[in-house]
């Protein structure tokens, strides 16, 4: 069972890396060493969940809105968390210029703020049965995190490559950042 299901989580994940990768051997030794691997044994129907959603992203580069979609409802059928992905396909063509950035780290530092009024909200849709959100606060904390190192590598980006605009870095979000 454990195998099956192994086999289906990383099959998102191989083909997400696969494509989005320049270093493909180094994108692998990440995955496996900051322990992204072993999260598929103890959160299975999340990590369906996210490698449905992964292999989904291939649609959105297509432009392929009917599979995105469907592919992103198999991903809900496993975990309700992957409803949060289907914006993706129509903000695709978004660029983030740098007179956006101070408006965005603004809306995240609300959103993270206010991050467990909007938790508990929408629980009452989808997990009415969870009273607690004691566990979401380290999930949130990395994850935002990781999008302000993001946005000063958006802005200091030119200094970073060195002025080359091929370099694709694929960013993982760990396993707890996610609701």
Known sequence: FLAI???????????????????????????????????IFSGLRQALALSITLYS?????????????LLNVVAFCFHKSAIVFFPAYFIRDFKIKDKHIPILIGMLATLFIARFKILSYFMTFFYDTYSSLENANGGFTLLFIY????????????KLTDGHENHNVVLFVPHNAYC
């Open 57 to 69: 992203i291939r649609y959105i580069k297509n432009k392929n809105l009917w599979k995105f979609i």
């Open 147 to 158: 999008i302000i190192i993001l946005a000063f590598a958006t802005m200091f980006k030119k």
């Open 5 to 39: 299901t192994a086999f289906f989580s990383l099959f998102g994940v191989y083909h997400f890396i696969k494509d989005n990768s320049n270093n493909y051997l180094l994108s692998i030794i990440i995955y496996f060493s900051f322990s992204y691997y072993l999260f």
